[in-house]
């Protein structure tokens, strides 16, 4: 993920409102220096001498930290606390952080839960002592309750989603209580659209018209199994249909299986070694979920699939853990490579890369730098489609994965046909028969716990130059592949624009000639159908046919029955003047298709590939004849430059597309 994009989505939370309703507990450590032990006068034991002590919001308080490291700009809480000194050392810490406190009820006959933590000697050798909890043990008084659940009616409307912690072990003695439970579950039913997310300990299967979040445990408990990673899938379709909620269950290191849309995925974890500590992306906490979620949607994604754009949850682990997730998170981001995902040191580990075309198909391990480190392709068989590609597919990279010497840290595939980005599915094959809505991420996910991301191969043949090719310095390129058809990639500000059914970007199909030749969109006259190899040859042929001039083109058509691009460009080269006529016409009708598309979008440069696009004199003499046709011609000068990556072009941006997914490009 590149770094203005990051900034983007995090200063995009500003506006979002959350509240977060439930058991809000102090942390609380004490130092003990143990070369200051005295000797109590009256017991004789030794009394501890502390020298400092600090404490963080937990439970509840959790929630609102990490929510504030997200940069949601208006967190409320709803809870109860005592009116004791811990109480004011927990409103001290949400106050630094702008919480709306209007609903943290402080009540004199209530305990502020606070675990108490001693840690006695320094550095390595401290030692942490037996705990002192401070809890309630009496129910919630009943006034209490009346307040909190009209605090809940009330104020909830007014916010983007709530996160409910329900912590206490102990039933009715937290915050959410059955009253409680039973208000908000009436909240969700009422307000449909208002995200509430609840993380309970014991009372997950209580729960109606909520999203939830159980582990593996919790949700086994509700559905009477050990536990539900035996049957994550059937877990979170039975819980789901209980609650009419997504459901996000969390299974170690499986990762997160969502319920969703009345659709499951799962979101694989990885493991990811911090200085100390071990996290799993993949098993997101609730604030992070819930940032995702609000997200998501403004970036295209649907909730399930937002999940891709959490940074790593943050660890559960005292007072030495980072304040915030996005510490990683940004230095990964802007490129360094010393982040904790590459934990073997050296750069960022490699991605696999996918490219499916109509003739063949190729698998490659690809290095951050661009460099192809293992490499496989084989034939298509374009009769067979998706039924006879599939399991070769997977089996190839099966193979690759068991090489095992690299640890790919994701899966990006470029697809010969068009795409749907924002819910990652094939929406059709141009070469061959199957391919209609396959959920090909998802299939690969499930099978090689790796995110996985897709996208058509043009717009990856773009991504490709951009990244590691001729396009590479340019902020804005638009790219053409052409060959046997016309593909387009366009890149702006160093993102593809995918327009809003990642259907943009179709540089081909700009319609140039008024009643020119039927295209394969349906339409007439696009670029396609004038420039492209298969109309290059149809135009040869149809030279030939009706010319009177002699012409080798003639003498191969009579000998083989038949003419190809590449025959044009070899008579063009010996100087066959039919030859030459039509590839001029074919040049002209290129450059005009490149004087629209630059007018529109203003680029930096552009990028042609393909086979006939590299063709020797397919660009010459294009870059003056398009400058010297925009609009205020002489103003810029907008360089038409050869790909430099060959038939690597697409495999590179899938890889390229890949690390971005996973934030190390
Ligand atoms: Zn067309």
């Known amino acids: 993920m590149q770094r203005n994009i990051l900034d983007r989505i995090l200063a995009q939370a500003n506006d979002l409102k959350v509240l977060v309703v439930g058991d809000f507990f102090l942390d609380f450590y004490v130092l003990i220096d143990p070369e200051k032990d005295e000797v109590s006068l009256e017991t004789g034991k030794t009394a501890f001498q502390a020298v400092d002590h600090y404490s963080s919001p937990g439970a509840a308080g959790t929630v609102v930290n990490n929510l504030t490291a997200l940069g949601v700009g208006t967190i409320g809480a709803l809870g109860v606390i005592g009116s004791d000194g811990f109480g004011f050392e927990l409103r001290r810490h949400l106050e630094?952080?702008?919480?709306?406190?209007?609903?943290?009820?402080?009540?004199?006959?209530?305990?502020?839960?606070?675990?108490?933590?001693?840690?006695?000697?320094?550095?390595?050798?401290?030692?942490?002592?037996?705990?002192?909890?401070?809890?309630?043990?009496?129910?919630?008084?009943?006034?209490?309750?009346?307040?909190?659940?009209?605090?809940?009616?009330?104020?909830?409307?007014?916010?983007?989603?709530?996160?409910?912690?329900?912590q206490v072990d102990q039933e009715g003695l937290g915050l959410v209580t059955e009253r409680v439970r039973s208000a908000l579950c009436q909240l969700g039913q009422d307000h449909p659209d208002l995200i509430i997310l609840v993380d309970s300990r014991r009372n997950i299967g209580e729960y109606r018209h909520v999203a939830i979040k159980p582990n593996e445990f919790e949700a086994g408990r509700v559905l009477g199994l050990k536990t539900a990673a035996e049957r994550p899938e059937e877990s979170v379709r039975a819980l789901s249909a209980r609650t009419q909620r997504p459901v996000f269950l969390t299974v170690g290191d499986q990762g997160q299986w969502v319920c969703a849309e009345g659709e499951v995925r799962q979101i694989p974890a990885f493991p990811v070694a911090g200085p100390s500590i071990s996290w799993a992306r993949g098993t997101a906490p609730a604030p992070e979920l819930c940032w995702a979620w609000l997200q998501g949607p403004r970036f295209g994604m649907r909730p399930c699939w937002a999940i891709w754009l959490l940074p790593s949850p943050l660890p559960n682990s005292g007072p030495q853990a980072p304040p915030a997730p996005l510490n990683w998170w940004h230095a990964t981001s802007s490129g360094l490579s010393s982040g904790p995902?590459?934990?073997?040191g050296g750069s960022a580990m490699p991605v696999v890369a996918v490219?499916?075309?109509?003739?063949?198909?190729?698998?490659?391990?690809?290095?951050r730098e661009g460099e192809i480190?293992?490499?496989?392709?084989?034939?298509?068989?374009?009769?067979?489609?998706?039924?006879?590609?599939?399991?070769r597919l997977r089996a190839g990279l099966r193979e690759l994965l068991a090489k095992g010497e690299h640890s790919p840290q994701a899966i990006g595939i470029g697809f010969g046909g068009p795409v749907d980005f924002a819910s990652q599915t094939i929406l059709a094959s141009l070469h061959a028969p199957g391919w209609e809505e396959v959920d090909l991420c998802g299939e690969l996910e499930r099978e090689f716990a790796l995110p996985c991301v897709i996208d058509n191969d043009a717009n990856m043949g773009g991504l490709g130059e951009y990244t590691y090719g001729a396009g590479r310095g340019f902020g804005s390129i638009l790219y053409y592949t052409v060959s046997t058809g016309v593909g387009g990639g366009v890149i702006i500000g160093g993102e593809l624009f995918r327009g809003s059914h990642s259907q943009a970007g179709e540089l081909g199909h700009i319609p140039i000639a008024l009643d020119g030749p039927a295209c394969t969109c349906g339409f007439r006259g696009c670029v396609e159908a004038l420039c492209s190899g298969l109309a290059i040859a149809r135009q040869a042929r149809e030279a030939v046919e009706k010319g009177k001039t002699s012409s080798s083109l003639r003498t191969i058509l009579e000998e083989k029955g038949g003419l190809t691009a590449k025959d044009v460009f070899d008579c063009t080269a010996s100087g066959d003047a039919l030859a030459q006529g039509i590839l001029a016409k074919v040049k002209n009708a290129f450059a005009r298709g490149l004087i629209g598309a630059i007018n529109c979008f203003?680029?930096?440069?552009?990028?042609?590939?393909?086979?006939?696009?590299?063709?020797?004199?397919?660009?010459?003499?294009?870059?003056?004849?398009?400058?010297?046709?925009?609009?205020?011609?002489?103003?810029?000068?907008?360089?038409?430059?050869?790909?430099?990556?060959?038939?690597?072009?697409?495999?590179?941006?899938?890889?390229?597309?890949?690390?971005?997914?996973?934030?190390?490009?």
């Not at 001693?118 to 006034?143: C, H, M, V």
């Not at 995902?341 to 073997?344: D, K, L, P, Y």
């Not at 490219?355 to 290095?367: E, F, M």
Request: proline share 6%; glycine share 10%.
């Open 373 to 391: 480190l293992l490499h496989q392709r084989a034939r298509t068989n374009r009769e067979a489609g998706a039924k006879w590609l599939l399991p």
């Open 355 to 367: 490219d499916i075309g109509g003739t063949q198909y190729r698998l490659a391990v690809v290095s």
């Open 96 to 166: 630094e952080q702008g919480v709306n406190m209007e609903h943290l009820i402080q009540c004199p006959t209530r305990l502020t839960p606070t675990y108490m933590k001693p840690l006695r000697g320094t550095g390595e050798a401290s030692e942490e002592q037996n705990r002192i909890d401070f809890k309630n043990w009496t129910p919630l008084p009943r006034e209490l309750e009346d307040q909190v659940i009209e605090a809940l009616r009330a104020e909830a409307p007014k916010y983007h989603a709530l996160i409910v912690a329900d």
């Open 341 to 344: 995902r590459s934990n073997q």
């Open 602 to 665: 203003d680029p930096q440069a552009v990028v042609v590939g393909g086979g006939v696009g590299l063709a020797p004199g397919f660009l010459d003499g294009l870059e003056e004849q398009v400058n010297g046709s925009l609009v205020i011609p002489g103003r810029r000068k907008i360089p038409i430059l050869r790909g430099s990556l060959g038939d690597n072009s697409v495999l590179l941006g899938a890889a390229a597309l890949a690390f971005r997914t996973i934030g190390t490009y």
